[in-house]
């Protein structure tokens, strides 16, 4: 059985073929399949983004470090694969969906051992998801969940899922990091760090040093290479590229863009950047003056450079935007969109037109994201060529995401983006979403992003997401000039690392991917 | 000296009943000041994409729906039971976490003062006796230029060319439970160097003058006319009466090496204190920051005490009040 069968596309999942056939192995790449991988060895990380105050308990889950070693101890029923486009499928066996997009059976596979000796059954996934969609849940999962209307088991391996309304993405949804499956749901103890892993927690120091060792009744043989995976937790960058450097360590995350190519230059240190979905960008509230005035938002994004953005805020390590949430990291991604460019004079055009006039009050900070004043200042001097006047106002970092993002009129904002577009456009763009920060209310894209969640015909799917594409580029108040790459740094001697950019850390799956030479 | 006692320990338990006041109005600054920053725990925990019915659950669980006064008011009634209570964040025993981030900063700090204390008097003995001349001018520049360096200036330079570039020694120092002394020590050196670094131009510099002041004495020439060998001189004759400012200025170094370490275990990832607190701080986990806090606290105010007890006991003129 080859690799690429194992893999399931979009097309197959779409027509009901998911499932059919697929066995254990699905997550052979390009890289892996030319180099025999080698068993054994120790593995350290060095990751940033991880504190004293990290836990095990997957609803909990925020910063880089959990999400990073959630994956080496769980499991969830489905990932996306290594190329983003499709599916692979983990604990579940298959899946269908039995009632239009709104009734759905998962099968689960047998033989399947949690750490602690417990067999996998269909109670272990009913009630692990249950746990992160009860409404007294804290789990950031929740909003994902919410579309759920009941879950239930069906045999000792199969489930029966439920939607409000249909959703031809629901398998997508499953792939969110906190929803791995817990034995008896992790109602017990949740933070106890036992899944299904390939390795199983035997030193836990949160904020300072994790260790694993391999669970040797472990399922798979294509990934957990290595014997036993250490995770250091280096926040500051400076310690994380010299331990690296010098050895100590043969993964690294989060790398500053100012900085990746010095490191690169390295003898034994690679730089892994991978094309991601996460978003840099200005949001302006379409119901505050004057960005309730079309002329102004177009104005305004008219008069922002997007190659220089890329250039010297990303120092390349990004893509540039068009204006929308969607790159071609997602699957049905809209790719004939013709391209908006700096321009001054369509820019001045349009703010004559809008009859505002007077400076524009932009806040920042570096808690948007990195870079994110110096992005503002940049800004402020492309705008200043078409005669626009943007005031800066650099704003503290504590408390960003509480006082000044989806509160204040016209923010730098970021977003890690979502697996799917329906999702992505559902929590930030849907009329009535939470986070809808630029409080933009089209009942027309409220309607197409319904019809586009019950449409099983992918072509008319990716028509209808051209069409809100194209509406909330044109219309909506978002100016989006970039898309980040995630940067790492692995030692030479690592091998088998996929260019995966769900996440960082080849979406996290880097310490089981790769193997040492 | 039954009579010179007592003054002595008047003054201690005066000390101390001031120390405790001191100790609870830190308490209420540090959290007001916890109060004050923008954001909470719920909001921090659950990060930018939580929804509104997550955060409202969490507050409530937390019991942060409770006015400000009221959560100082049972906070300090469980402290005054001894008892520091959980953390909000991670839920774990405050006092057992900070048991083993206290431990890890005082064996840092140990080890540094243990080397940077005698280092410091003796190169204050050799500046003096070579004064003017080049070995004290080489050891004042030398000293005076590492302490004008900021640590963390000082912990790259040396990270680049320890770790970095001979690759001898280990850039982070992550130290856990259950390892090898030898690793151990590897693992502080590059830490413990810095230290020694930052706080051996004080002591130094306080040993020399001190020194130099008393050698310029009457009796310091009478011992020299006398014929006496320099190193007795300064070693029995000098020192003893110069000890109680080079005292106060150890200690306060001390406090330094305990208190100030936060940007050095950051540099290095070394797991003390200041990283707990830093977490914490970021957090807007209150308990934490408040039993962290006192702890810094107690530990400045006791060595303060410490070092006013001993200069007194070091200088009869004080010992014998007339």
Redesign the interface.
Same mark, same amino acid.
């Given at each position: 059985m080859t690799d690429e069968a194992n893999s399931l596309s979009r097309r197959e999942f779409l027509r009901g073929a998911a499932g059919a056939g697929v066995t254990a192995a699905m997550a052979g790449s390009a890289i892996a399949r030319a180099e025999q991988p080698l068993k054994g060895g120790h593995l350290v990380l060095?990751l940033g983004g991880g504190?004293?105050?990290?836990?095990y308990d997957p609803a909990?889950y925020?910063g880089p470090v959990p999400i990073n070693y959630g994956r080496l101890w769980g499991e969830n029923l489905i990932d996306t694969n290594e190329t983003g486009d499709g599916l692979m499928l983990v604990l579940a066996e298959s899946y269908e969906a039995i009632q239009g997009t709104r009734v759905w059976r998962f099968t689960i596979r047998r033989g399947i051992e949690f750490h602690n000796g417990q067999p996998l059954t269909a109670d272990d996934v009913v009630k692990s998801l249950q746990r992160h969609s009860d409404?007294? &849940?804290?789990?950031?999962a929740?909003?994902v969940l919410r579309a759920i209307e009941s879950i239930r088991q069906e045999s000792s391996h199969s489930l029966i899922i439920t939607l409000k309304d249909g959703n031809a993405d629901l398998p997508y949804l499953l792939t969110e990091y906190h929803l791995i499956i817990q034995p008896g749901g992790g109602y017990d103890d949740p933070a106890a760090g036992i899944g299904t892993g390939p390795y199983q927690v035997e030193?836990a120091?949160?904020?300072?040093?994790h260790l694993f060792r391999k669970f040797p009744r472990y399922w798979r043989d294509d990934v957990g290479h290595v014997d036993s995976v250490e995770l250091?937790?280096?926040?500051?960058r400076?310690?994380r590229a &010299?331990?690296l450097?010098?050895?100590?360590v043969h993964m690294i995350n989060l790398i500053d863009p100012k900085t990746a190519r010095l490191l690169g230059r390295h003898p034994r240190v690679s730089i892994q950047a991978s094309p991601g979905r996460g978003h840099y960008e200005f949001y302006m509230r379409t119901d505050t003056p004057p960005f309730d005035n079309l002329d102004v938002r177009l104005a305004l994004k008219f008069a922002i450079d997007r190659k220089e953005m890329v250039k010297r805020i990303l120092h390349g390590y990004g893509s540039i935007g068009n204006d929308f949430p969607i790159n071609n990291a997602y699957p049905l991604f809209p790719d004939d969109i013709p391209q908006r460019h700096y321009d001054p004079d369509k820019a001045a055009f349009h703010m004559r037109k809008s009859g505002h006039t007077g400076p524009i009050l932009l806040r920042t900070s570096d808690a948007a994201f990195a870079g994110a004043v110096d992005a503002a200042t940049l800004y402020q001097q492309h705008a200043a060529r078409a005669g626009i006047e943007l005031q800066i106002k650099r704003e503290?970092a504590?408390?960003f995401?509480?006082?000044v993002?989806n509160v204040e009129p016209f923010v730098a904002s970021y977003w890690g983006g979502r697996p799917v577009q329906d999702l992505m456009y559902s929590?930030g763009y849907k009329s009535d979403a939470?986070?809808n920060e630029t409080r933009w209310q089209r009942p027309e894209f409220d309607r197409l992003l319904l019809q586009a969640r019950g449409e099983l015909d992918e072509t008319k799917r990716k028509g209808i997401y051209r069409q809100m594409a194209l509406m909330v580029r044109d219309d909506g108040g978002v100016i989006i000039p970039m898309f980040s790459h995630f940067i790492d740094a692995v030692s030479t001697n690592v091998r088998g690392y996929v260019r995966d950019g769900a996440m960082e850390l080849s979406n996290g799956l880097a310490p089981i991917r790769c193997w040492l030479s | 000296m039954g009579i010179a006692v007592n003054p002595l320990i008047t003054m201690v338990l005066r000390r101390i009943a001031l120390s405790v006041l001191l100790l609870a109005a830190i308490s209420v600054l540090i959290f007001a000041g916890t109060e004050l920053?923008?954001?909470?725990v719920a909001?921090s925990?659950?990060?930018?994409?939580?929804?509104?019915?997550?955060l409202a659950?969490?507050r409530a669980?937390l019991g942060l729906d409770r006015p400000a006064h009221q959560r100082y008011l049972g906070w300090l009634t469980s402290f005054l039971q001894g008892d520091m209570g959980t953390?909000l964040?991670?839920?774990q025993d405050i006092a057992s976490?900070i048991s083993g981030r206290l431990g890890n900063t005082l064996f840092l700090a140990g080890w540094a003062a243990l080397i940077a204390v005698p280092l410091a008097i003796f190169l204050g003995l050799v500046a003096v006796h070579y004064r003017d001349g080049f070995v004290d001018k080489l050891i004042s520049y030398t000293t005076l230029a590492a302490i004008s360096l900021p640590e963390f200036f000082i912990g790259?330079v040396l990270?680049?060319l320890f770790?970095?570039t001979w690759?001898i020694l280990?850039?982070?120092a992550?130290v856990?439970s259950g390892m090898p002394f030898a690793e151990r020590m590897a693992a502080i050196a590059l830490p413990c160097a810095t230290l020694t670094l930052v706080v051996l131009a004080h002591m130094m510099r306080m040993t020399r003058a001190a020194l130099l002041n008393v050698m310029s004495s009457p009796y310091m020439e009478t011992a020299t006319l006398k014929g006496l060998p320099p190193f007795r001189i300064v070693f029995h004759h000098a020192l003893p009466n110069a000890i109680s400012p080079i005292i106060t200025v150890v200690v306060l170094n001390l406090a330094y090496l305990v208190v100030g370490v936060v940007v050095v275990e950051?540099?290095?990832?070394y797991?003390g204190m200041g990283?707990?607190l830093v977490?914490?701080v970021?957090?807007r986990?209150v308990p934490v920051v408040q039993s962290a806090g006192l702890v810094f606290a107690a530990i400045f105010i006791l060595l303060n005490m410490i070092a006013d007890i001993l200069s007194i006991l070091a200088n009869p003129r004080l010992r014998h009040p007339q």
């Open positions: 060095g504190a004293t105050t990290d836990s909990t925020t409404e007294n &849940s804290q789990s950031p929740f909003g030193v120091e949160h904020g300072v040093r250091l937790v280096i926040n500051d400076t310690a &010299s331990a450097q010098s050895g100590r503290p504590d408390g995401f509480n006082n993002w929590v939470d986070w | 920053l923008p954001g909470d909001q925990i659950l990060g930018q994409t939580a929804t509104p019915e997550a659950n969490l669980e953390s964040t991670a839920g976490m790259y990270v680049y770790a970095v690759n280990p850039s982070h992550i856990y950051i540099i290095f990832v797991p990283q707990l977490d914490h970021v957090k986990d």
